[in-house]
């Protein structure tokens, strides 16, 4: 099980360097990429909370609602 849960966090890990680098430089293919990282999280080992997690934060950025209060401004400052 510990196995599980590490390889689960070194994929949450990567998943969101992924989502970061596509947020911080958005161009015309963004929704694209967001899509297709959500397509990523469901051939990863993560935990049922991370891949909710990963996926909302793509839905949310898709429809505008990622960082319109101090959450994005959090995590992104919690990341660098």
Do not use: H
């Not at 990863?44 to 891949?51: A, D, G, I, S, V």
């Amino acid at each position: 099980m510990e196995n599980n849960d590490s390889l689960a966090n070194t994929n949450w890990d990567a998943l969101l360097k992924i989502f970061k680098a596509i947020i911080e430089n958005p161009d015309e293919k963004t929704s694209e990429k967001l899509t297709s990282l959500k397509e990523l999280a469901k051939t990863k080992t993560l935990t049922p909370r991370q891949y909710e997690g990963i996926t909302e934060r793509c839905n949310n950025y898709m429809k505008g609602n990622w960082g319109v209060d101090a959450i994005k401004d959090a995590y992104v400052a919690n990341t660098k």
